[in-house]
């Protein structure tokens, strides 16, 4: 065992998750002991910029959420804090006997509780990954997924096509591998999704029969498909990609729109409301992201945003939208603009999620080493996300699997290593971007 300090480095990331875990708590204390920020911030920095070098570095990491907590107990015993040196003292043997708790709870490589799922937590929002159901057998794919996320896609098991192939046959057993798994593992789960393009929607729909008719089977998909789920699963992606602004109405061309009309999208989420009224019903898209950057990006921006809002204003049961945020290192949205997109949507009292984020770096397109491959990809993760977790009502932050092991972008493109994890299951450079972003930092 080193010096307490260089323990305290080795488990620089479970002290920074503590401190967030009790800043978040603390906020609320110090509102109910009358402290303004402004006065907060004051004694803050007087703690912080008091020390020497080393208590200074000490409290940066594991104390300045625990010189709130000590200035809290002092006001909540009514005194009158004055001294920033008398808080110091107190601070120092508070974030002592934490940190030293903190380091004995930690395994001897490991850090027990440096997890996106813990560093998520402490900005109250979900971390998620698309989940394929095939994988979970492996011991790797399921212990990773276990560990660092809180928060599944079905990433193909719930689609139509797959879930219910024919009129009489429905197969549930890959979706119900991955709820289960969730709900052992203490996971919420998001279902992808109901409605998506022709090419997603298996024949017999698509065959030809009256609006009634057609209307029945719909009603009768949803009603099994969401009722079979209800009080198991947390949020469902109602309508995927019904977007298309190459079309007069910029929507998709479909069957749903072509039998049923534009009412189709909130016949859908009036639908999923009747079979399951406590799950959380979301529009998905692509390419909504980055209102600002190019003219094809905001025409989507803007004709998604109006969908929405018309959703909205005829009481439609939406209750936030998913950015998909598959990304091209070499092409990418600015944060400021995702930003922007993500706060209008809030506005209009939804929950906005980023739902398929994935980040392409392939050698062909991309110029650099691999290293500054890697890096450029751990800055796009980090500052969008970054960008995003400040924002009111950003509830979730979901990658399109998390491993390089397994992505859609290989079979799609080629080769390529888009995700958080190397194909061994190692966290590469954009794991610990998004876990910076996640900290706040
Ligand atoms: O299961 C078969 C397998 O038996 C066969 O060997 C293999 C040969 O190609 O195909 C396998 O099925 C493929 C499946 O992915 C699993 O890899 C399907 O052909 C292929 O169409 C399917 O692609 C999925 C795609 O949606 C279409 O459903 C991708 O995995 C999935 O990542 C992708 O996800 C979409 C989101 O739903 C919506 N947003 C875009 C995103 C990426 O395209």
Redesign the pocket.
Known sequence: MGSLRERLIECAFCARLEVKRRRRGLHRRFKTAGFTSHRLGKILRSVLEGGSMERRRFLKYAGAALAGATIGVVAGRQAEVTSPSQIITETATQSRTVTETTIEECTESTCCSATLRAAAETRGILVGA?T?SSFIGEARYRNTLAREFDFLTT??EM?WRRIHPAPDQWDFEPADTIVKFASEHQMKVKC??IL?KDE?TPDWVKAERSREEFLRILEEHVQTLVGRYKGKVYAWDVV??AVDTNEVNGLRRNVFLEKLGEGYIAEAFRLAHEADPDALLLY?D?ELESADSSPYRKARSDRIYKLAKKLVDDGAPIHGVGL?M?LDAWNCPGPVDVAVDVRRLARLGLKVNIS?MDVRITEKELAGTLTERLERQRRIYHDIIAACVKEQGFMAVTF?GFTDAHS?ID??FGADDPLLFDENYQPKPAYWGVMDALLGE
Do not use: G, V
């Open positions: 698309a394929s990433e193909n689609k992808h999704n998506w997603r995927n990609e998905n692509y998909q598959h398929e399109w859609w079979e799609e």
